[in-house]
């Protein structure tokens, strides 16, 4: 099959206690993540789920992907891929959440009576049609 | 450096490197930037969720009950085990036991069927029902504005994520064959270290997607 | 006869076979040389042809919705089949590999299919022009898009494909450089060129995903109504502009900071001197890639996103015009005192500092949130990205093209008819573009066919313009293929550079490397090392 290598790497073999306990916290805290949802946490459930899921995802990437025993670079790599998703989703909701926000003429509109406009200029501007 | 080396070479090292773990260095890291590539992609779909969860919450809450919270839960614990199975079948390989890696190998494969088998019998349900995306919307049980909205992203999300587990069924499928056949050792396993890597992204996508999709309140 | 040449990689495999499916990268850099340079012909046919229809206002040539067609086939096919791979896949592909003492880059294999995905992706693209053509624009703006008749989801389909051959080009980049130095070559010896591959290579990977499911979403929205886009559905028309830019903002810089980096490496060369801030240079390269992903709500001033969103993206934009200012003083400080020679490739690079600053400088014009309002869809943006995408990225280009055009076929082109041609495309380019400034300023619309007869004078002299500058692209195209079959054959080192890729055989063999590369000295080590120029 393949002759080793001048420069043979050994991998670095994890005991199998370390996967089944982290298969066994995935299990866990599903089951935990399920049951939090039946309990009415308003905005809190949420932020509770997604929290659940960010541990679990960091022991998949940690222990099953290897992540902490690997080369530091590809933990950089998906650090990268998750903050430049938070900079999407957060810069996009800068926008989504506050449409309409500033609308000066919907809150505080023009006064079509106000003394300013009579005395300055000879006709009020039309404001009603439209 | 030409070809005539290649036999004082070992057989998995192609010619543009100079030793074995720089190989399987640069294709680990390969794959994590592929990894980068696909969180990128996937998350397009987690701004449209999160962008149209902010805007109708209301309406969120109602369709999703309509989602089944005991088929997306075992679907959970099949890709987190599927996800076990191939990183000890992995191990496996890194302790020299090939049967042992065949045989958990199949059972990431088989997990990973019954997960497709499972999101059939949940989209044949929406189908029966009308709770289809966009134009073909016709579920009248909803209430909240455009409650085809929420399934609309439901299939995307899903329906992109279960593209991406067919592709994973394929590939370890072929990585399988490869086990079986021999062509992996404990100094040798570049290709199913990559392969393993992908498939454990797949679950965690859905590791994201279960609660945002069926635990929403 | 020449052992060199015929043990060099243009003829080392030989056979047709032997370059379709070669491994080789400087055989794919050539591929995709040839690639572009077809897409450049396509879309710059479409550009004049859209230049001659504006001539004079109501119609020259042909009616409105054929305009419409035209000027979408020309952006979409300049940006995605021409700009975008071309420096990278040509220049990087050829020289990364050289520049770094490599045999090849990581995934020699995965680069072959790369450029097979850029051609299976243009076919596409090519093809909707035949089934009907688009009209929306190359930015396919929802609800038209999701309306239009014409050939939407091909096109589509095609920028799709297209993407995939970025990532893979940025994903082979980026290991290549971490991971196939030269033992000794450590970061802070890179040649500038490399970190402009590897910034780029960065925003590749991260932006070109999210391109992948804006188009999908959109196909998606014209397949299904899926009604995301669509305000009849709950749906929302802006979100498509911010998923749309949240790519093509970082891709304009994918386009310049390859370009940056060439300019880089000609400007040490030809001043003769080492290059001035080579660290602030490279990080500014890094931090631009970084700072391109927070600014794509500057295309969205007037679309109706929220006021508070366009205050911190207006922001943000300022942010990014820093980096880029910081590498154009550090060339400027290299070429102070520098020993300057005005060959071909240097002309170029001066052109570029003049016409990158004129595009740099407007675009921080229309990131001023109340003076983009103004100008925003006028001419004056149109003039804006031509400045920084061909006054730069183009003229980086063929500057790069020349300097390292005897490295690639191991001849010289003619250094008079080279000359030539730079001053006709300089004079044609600013006739061109910067009578544009104007149009927009005083109002002229973008993407119209019909205009005002006040603007017809300043759109005649910017038509001529573009017929100049077609005229010296021809000229050019012609000096070039000549040159391949007769030129003067070149030595080693005709420039006296100092990078890697200058001490093996001209042209290289397939192996890059007669003996193991030796890193002597360092990229820009001229006050301390003499490097003769060798050339036969």
């Known amino acids: ?130 | 450096m030409t070809a005539d080396h290649a036999h004082d070479r070992p057989g998995p090292l192609a010619h543009h490197f100079t030793e074995l773990e720089q190989q399987s260095d640069s294709v680990k890291m390969g794959m994590w930037i592929f990894l980068l590539t696909e969180i990128l992609l996937f998350g397009g779909l987690f701004v449209a969720y999160t962008v149209f969860r902010a805007w109708n919450e209301e309406m969120f809450i109602n369709a999703h009950k309509f989602l089944d919270i005991y088929l997306g839960t075992i679907n959970t614990i099949v890709l987190i085990s599927s996800s076990a199975t191939v990183a000890l079948a992995i191990r496996a390989v890194q302790i020299g036991d090939r049967r042992k890696a065949v045989i958990l190998l199949t059972a990431t494969l088989a997990l990973a069927v019954v997960f497709l088998v499972v999101k059939y019998f949940e989209y044949s349900h929406k189908f029966h029902l009308g709770q289809l995306p966009g134009k073909y919307y016709t579920f009248t049980g909803v209430e909240g504005s455009n409650p085809h909205i929420f399934f609309g992203i439901y299939f995307a999300t899903t329906g992109l994520h279960g593209l991406h587990v067919l592709g994973g069924i394929i590939v370890l499928g072929w990585m399988l064959f490869r086990t079986a056949r021999g062509d992996f050792s404990p100094e040798y396993h570049t290709p199913l270290e990559a392969a393993g890597l992908y498939w454990h992204l797949v679950d965690m996508i859905w590791i994201y997607l279960f609660p945002l999709l069926y635990l929403i309140g | 006869m020449d052992t060199t040449f015929e043990r060099s990689y243009l003829k080392t495999p030989k056979g047709l076979a032997s370059w379709l499916f070669t491994l080789d990268h400087k055989r794919i850099g050539l591929l995709y040389l040839f690639g572009i340079m077809g897409a450049f012909l396509i879309g710059g046919v479409f550009a004049l042809l859209v230049r001659l229809e504006l001539f004079g206002p109501d119609k020259t040539l042909m009616d409105a919705d054929t305009y419409n067609q035209f000027f979408t086939l020309h952006g979409a096919i300049m940006i995605f089949m021409f700009i975008i791979p071309s420096i990278p896949a040509t220049l990087g592909n050829f020289l990364l590999p050289q520049m770094i003492g490599a045999r090849d880059v990581a995934f020699p294999r995965l680069n072959l299919l790369s450029w097979y995905v850029y051609i299976f992706g243009s076919v596409f693209a090519v093809y909707s022009i035949a089934a009907g053509g688009v009209d929306t624009g190359w930015t396919f703006y929802t609800p038209y898009s999701t309306e239009s008749t014409g050939a939407v989801i091909s096109m589509t389909l095609g920028i799709f494909i297209l993407g995939f051959s970025s990532i893979f080009t940025g994903l082979n980049f980026i290991v290549t450089i971490h991971k196939m130095r030269l033992p000794g070559l450590t970061w802070y010896k890179l040649p500038l060129f490399v970190w402009g591959l590897y910034a780029t290579a960065i925003i590749q990977v991260l932006a070109t995903p999210v391109l992948g499911i804006t188009l999908l979403l959109l196909i998606m929205e014209r397949t299904f109504g899926i009604g995301i886009f669509d305000p009849a559905m709950g749906g929302d028309p802006v979100l498509y502009q911010h998923f749309f830019w949240f790519y093509s903002h970082p891709a304009v810089y994918i386009m310049i900071l390859p370009g940056m980096g060439i300019i880089s490496e000609l400007i040490a060369v030809f001043s003769h001197r080492r290059i001035f801030g080579y660290k602030a240079i490279a990080y500014s390269s890094l931090a631009i890639a970084f700072v391109s992903f927070l600014v794509w709500g500057h295309h969205m001033f007037t679309s109706g996103q929220s006021e508070l969103a366009a205050t911190i993206f207006s922001f943000l934009t300022f942010l990014v015009g820093i980096p880029s200012g910081i590498k154009v003083f550090n060339w400027l400080a290299t070429l102070y005192k520098g020993k300057i020679t005005l060959d071909t490739p240097m002309l170029y690079a001066l052109s570029f500092l003049f016409l990158f600053t004129i595009g740099g400088l407007t675009g921080v014009f229309l990131g001023a949130l109340a003076v983009d309002v103004h100008l925003h869809d006028t001419y004056f943006v149109v003039a804006h990205f031509h400045y920084v995408m061909m006054g730069g990225t183009v003229m980086a280009f063929l500057g790069g093209l020349h300097y390292w055009w005897s490295k690639m076929w191991g001849r010289h082109y003619s250094e008079r008819w080279a000359k030539i041609t730079c001053a006709l495309i300089f004079i044609g380019f600013n006739v061109t573009f910067f009578s544009q400034f104007f149009l927009g300023a005083k109002g002229m619309p973008r993407r119209y066919y019909n205009y005002l007869d006040q603007f017809q004078p300043l759109h005649a002299f910017s038509s001529v313009g573009s017929l100049i500058l077609g005229a010296g692209f021809v000229v050019m195209a012609v000096y070039l293929i000549f040159s391949i079959f007769k030129g003067r054959r070149a030595g080693t080192n005709p420039w006296g550079a100092m990078t890697l890729e200058w001490t093996n055989p001209t042209p290289p063999p397939p192996e890059n490397f007669t003996e193991p590369p030796r890193l002597e000295y360092g990229p820009y080590d001229y006050d301390r090392v003499a490097v003769e120029r060798t050339d036969t």
């Not at chain 1, 998906?78 to 449409?99: G, K, N, P």
């Open chain 1, 1 to 130: 099959m393949n002759k080793p290598a001048h420069h043979e790497s050994r991998p670095h073999v994890l005991p199998l206690r370390t996967y089944l306990l982290v298969a066994f916290a995935l299990l866990v805290l599903t089951v935990v993540t399920v049951a939090v949802s039946f309990v009415p946490l308003g905005g809190a459930n949420a932020l509770v789920a997604v929290g659940i899921a960010s541990l679990k995802a960091a022991l998949v990437a940690l222990f099953f992907m290897h992540l902490l025993y690997d080369k530091k670079i590809n933990l950089i790599i998906f650090l990268v891929a998750l903050s430049f998703l938070t900079v999407f989703i957060a810069l996009t909701m800068f926008d989504t959440l506050t449409r309409g926000g500033f609308d000066i003429i919907t809150r505080d509109p023009i006064d079509p009576d106000a003394v300013i406009y009579r005395d300055t200029i000879s006709a009020p501007p039309d404001t009603t049609t439209d």
